[in-house]
């Protein structure tokens, strides 16, 4: 039996951060706009409470940005009247992006807040009924304040005589022209190699001269026509992004990635991470992922363009350095990126026929979408492993170094697969050198995925019966961990260990899709990548990790090879 839980997962998810409170935000916003209008019950009450719950941690105008996207289906009156109790800002965008009927606006209109009703008046698309019904409610559309009452809300903080007396002098004659032209080679003199402005120098006619660089833009929205033109951005970037062209069949012939973007556009699929270069102000100028997802017109469906958004990547510094570099690495991770588009759309198309997005669908093919949409997911979380290490592999990334508890999450980890390893009387034995805790120079999660693959795949590989013994210590400024291999791993001579085979077939536990060797390779270039190393020594495999007082770069590889059994 398949049913829609996506809201219950919603609700069972913490906002650990601003960015996760967002991602919530914006997923509720999803369900319960496109709710039913006679949809009711307590897990909507519960949504519509967490929803006001998130608003509060999220600053008023990225509330707002999200109401205007125009992926983003507003058509559920609760909704719409809850938004709009919000700030001005808030409400406003809600009431001009809601799609609802304007027997709907006639319901909603008198139970909306008293300010807010003036951005329904604003609106262009309702009907004489309403616009009767307004006229009786006294709704006018909101204008600019007076100047009247403008000087009425400033806070009277100093008198004009304290201002007056606290604002030096200002030259005049000779004076004056000598500070004229001292602004205006002020704002001509560079600023860490660009202009003051960062457009254009300002003539010294008593404008205030800006003496900072240009912000540089981290993310913006946008809309393009059916040519890949866009037609609408953020306010704040329209002027240097309106009229910019995605690809051309001219351009697709620079790089590997235009060509790549070129054909997704082509043939109107989602774009995700796609990367773009974009040379002009240096406010927009640099490097952009793109993330986009095709628009069709809902009377004739045909294409109109594409609607999404471009951020800036978030790399580390040998990651930029290497981006460029015509490698095995990177030419791997290309390919890889070559195959997750088609894969994505899918899974996409799988789950709109599986969660009968576009209208009901037959049982039967819910259940093929199911499963069509779980290999895809399995092909996708096995790209993502090729992907991490081909970067391990190329140093394009830098594991944390804060810390953690390796002896815990050795602990943790025996108690999570104790599910498996229980009805089999199998598992693990941990014995710790003294009571200290065994500290690592590793980031808690990087540490918990390590150790997860290590020991799920040795758990996966052992026989009925078997316990596998698990030694950590500390020496010599380093943290050590012998595990002891199953018999069925044991018997492998040589390399045979670590080279890439995939399984006979579907195992009720499994640390990746690629077999034991691929996860065992994986998990020495993470270890190596953190300073340390994995090897086999006769039926033991020994993990080091620098621990958090030593200096990673002063121990030469053979340090720590000391058995600890």
Known sequence: MHFDDRL?????????????????????????????????????????????????????????????????????????????EG????????????????????????????????????????????????????????GLPTADEVIDVIPSVVSAQEVAAATPAKPSGIGAIVQRIEDFRKARAPIDGKTGSGEAPH??????????SPVLIRAFDFATDSDGCIVWSDPGMAPMAVGLRLTSREAAGKSAARRALFAALRRRQPVRAMPFEIAGAPAIAGRWLIDAAPAFD??????????????????????????????????????????????????????????????????????????????????????EELDRLARLDSGGIALATDGCDLGAIAKATV???????????????????????????????????????????????????????????????????????????AALEGSQLMQATAGAGPRKLSAGMFGT??????????????GGNLERRGNLLEITLPDLTAAGAGHSEGTGKRSVT
């Not at 951060?17 to 909507?44: S, Y």
Request: glycine share 8%.
């Open 8 to 84: 219950a997962t919603v609700l069972r998810s913490r906002a650990s951060g601003p960015a996760t409170a967002r991602i919530l935000f914006r997923q509720l916003l999803d369900l319960l706009g496109t709710m039913p209008v006679e949809a009711q019950g307590a897990q909507i009450d519960a949504a519509c409470d967490r929803l006001s719950e998130l608003g509060k941690a999220i600053p008023s105008a990225d509330r707002a940005t999200m109401l205007r996207d125009p992926g983003l289906r507003l058509r559920n009156p609760r909704l719409v009247a809850l938004l709009a």
């Open 87 to 142: 700030e001005a800002g808030v409400a406003a965008a809600a009431i001009n992006h809601a799609q609802l009927s304007e027997d709907e606006w006639i319901d909603l209109a008198p139970a909306l807040p008293v300010g807010a009703r003036g951005f329904v008046r604003q609106r262009r698309d309702l009907g004489p009924r309403a616009e009767a019904l307004f006229n009786r409610l006294g709704m006018v559309a909101p």
């Open 203 to 212: 003539l010294p006619f008593g404008d205030e001269i800006r003496a900072e």
């Open 298 to 383: 809902p009377q004739s469906g045909s294409f109109t363009g594409y609607a999404g958004r471009m951020r800036r990547p978030q790399v580390t510094e040998q990651e930029e350095a290497g981006f460029s570099a015509d490698s095995e690495a990177d030419r791997m991770r290309q390919l890889l990126h070559e195959l997750r588009t088609p894969v994505n759309a899918i899974q996409g198309f799988a789950e709109v026929i599986q969660q009968q997005v576009f209208g009901p669908a037959p049982h039967e093919y819910r259940a093929l979408a199911a499963g069509i949409a779980g290999d895809a997911a399995l092909i996708l979380a096995g790209f």
């Open 415 to 489: 108690a999570q697969l104790q599910a498996f390893t229980g009805p089999r009387s199998s598992g693990f034995a941990i014995e710790t050198e003294g009571d200290a805790t065994i500290e690592a120079a590793l980031g808690n999660a990087d540490a918990e995925r390590l150790v997860w693959r290590l020991l799920a795949t040795l758990a996966a590989s052992s026989a009925p019966g078997e316990i596998l013994a698990v030694n950590l210590a500390q020496h010599d400024g380093m943290a050590l961990m012998a595990l002891e291999l199953p018999a069925a791993l």
């Open 517 to 530: 060797g691929f996860t065992l390779r994986l998990a020495a270039a993470e270890a190596k990548a953190a």
